[in-house]
């Protein structure tokens, strides 16, 4: 009586031995879903490696396909009106008032000293504040060391 001894082949991927299924007898070369993913990979490479021209072409039409999609639905998604882009909360009241205290301050430190010293100053607190913008304070001021009165 001679037993029909079956071997168990082994997995291309890890090589273990295991039993294939019924349906794929002859026919499955890995053991799990884990080494038919690595062993997909490994073929694809291969077949990119052994035909790079063709596989640049095919990935440029792919990511070309991709990118228009992307641009489709970012046109569909996009609202019918003119686009309106708010980057800063508008300027609050809070900022006025310390923008008009350090105004005073400033004017009463530098009064005593110049109205060259104030208009630059006065300056520097502006573009310190970016919610009024960098507002020019010393343009077509007239800087002397007289006081204002004198000069009309």
């Known amino acids: ?22 349906s794929a007898l002859g026919k499955q070369r ?12 490994a073929l694809a490479r291969e077949r ?9 072409e095919d990935e440029w039409e792919r990511q070309r396909k991709c990118r228009e999609a992307r641009r489709a639905a970012a046109r569909s ?3 019918a009106g003119p686009a309106v882009v708010k980057c800063h909360a508008p300027p609050s009241v809070a900022n006025q008032r310390k923008l008009r205290r350090k105004v005073l301050r400033s004017w009463d430190i530098v009064a005593a000293l110049s109205r060259a ?5 006065l300056g520097e607190i502006l573009e310190e ?11 077509g001021v007239a800087v002397t060391s007289q006081p204002r009165s004198a000069i009309s």
């Not at 001894?5 to 991927?13: A, E, F, G, H, L």
């Not at 990119?48 to 640049?56: F, I, N, Q, T, V």
């Not at 504040?129 to 343009?139: P, Q, R, S």
């Open 1 to 22: 009586m001679e037993h029909s001894k079956r071997t168990r082949p082994r997995c291309r991927q890890c090589r273990k031995r295991f039993t294939p299924s019924a």
């Open 30 to 41: 890995v053991c799990s879903k884990k080494c038919r993913e690595e062993r997909d990979l």
């Open 48 to 56: 990119r490696s052994k035909d790079l021209k063709r596989y640049r």
């Open 77 to 79: 998604a996009a609202p």
């Open 117 to 121: 010293t104030l208009a630059q100053k």
């Open 129 to 139: 504040n970016e919610a009024f913008g960098a507002v020019a304070w010393t343009e």
